[in-house]
């Protein structure tokens, strides 16, 4: 006789364990009630605290970005995914838990894209908005961290502009810079093979064949103007 009925939720195999959640309940509060990890309550704990900390921070940056992105000619596409769930968080900590070996806190302190935007400019206005975005944010007290792009470079398997902000209060966000194409080829054509090729069973030949469409996908995106004058730099990096 099953203790759950199945239509209030779902069964979950977690680190080897089979849990039982309940519908509208997140996975550590699950994991916790099912008594099945008593000693993760202290990562536990950190990741319900950070999650809460993003959704304090979120409405100000919103509110902050909206008004800069529009002064700069821009757009702010998928605002609703700005905020990760709470579900979709920890779906991620444990992801990239299993690649990297690290532990749940340690994964979490690099984890800057639970507050995630993204920018839209069209190829010949990308980078003056990029440059307008930046100087706003710094008169608002938001600092530029780490700045990676991969627009145009023929090796990547993506291409935009993607940076690390932190704002006045030292919470940390995702901003990206894209074009409508480059988001397109992302989103639509790009994603579901990235999700691939990260999975952990995926062959060694297969991953060359994803990252392979990949990259012939990116060649059909226009190079926006002057791209290269963007450059990338990581004030985060250790060392």
């Known amino acids: 006789m099953k203790k759950y009925d199945e239509a209030e939720g779902v069964w979950r195999t977690v680190g080897g364990r ?7 309940q997140s996975l550590s509060e699950a994991m916790i009630e099912s008594g099945k990890f008593a000693k993760k309550d202290k990562s536990s704990s950190a990741l319900e605290q950070g999650y809460e900390t993003a959704r304090a921070m979120e409405p100000t940056i919103t509110a902050d970005l909206s008004e800069i992105v529009e002064e700069s000619g821009g757009e702010l596409t998928g605002l609703e995914f700005r905020l990760k769930t709470k579900e979709s ?53 938001y600092n530029i961290l780490r700045v990676k792009n991969t627009m145009g470079k023929e090796s990547a398997s993506y291409w935009g502009i993607n940076t690390v902000v932190e704002n006045p209060k030292g919470y940390r966000f995702e901003l ?31 991953f060359k064949e994803l990252e392979e469409q990949m990259l012939s996908n990116n060649r059909m995106i226009k190079v926006p103007t002057n791209v290269s004058d963007i450059k990338s730099f990581d004030k985060l990096k250790k060392g």
């Open 89 to 141: 968080l920890e779906r991620k900590v444990l992801s990239d838990m299993k690649l990297t070996g690290l532990s749940k806190e340690e994964t979490l302190n690099y984890l800057y894209d639970v507050v995630r935007y993204t920018s839209l400019f069209n190829s010949d206005s990308l980078v003056p908005g990029y440059q307008r975005i930046v100087e706003k944010l710094r008169e608002k007290g």
């Open 176 to 206: 990206q810079f894209h074009t409508p194409q480059s988001f397109q080829v992302k989103q639509e054509l790009n994603h579901s093979l990235y999700e691939e090729q990260r999975s952990s069973n995926v062959s060694r030949q297969r």
């Open 18 to 24: 089979r849990i039982f959640i309940k519908n509208g």
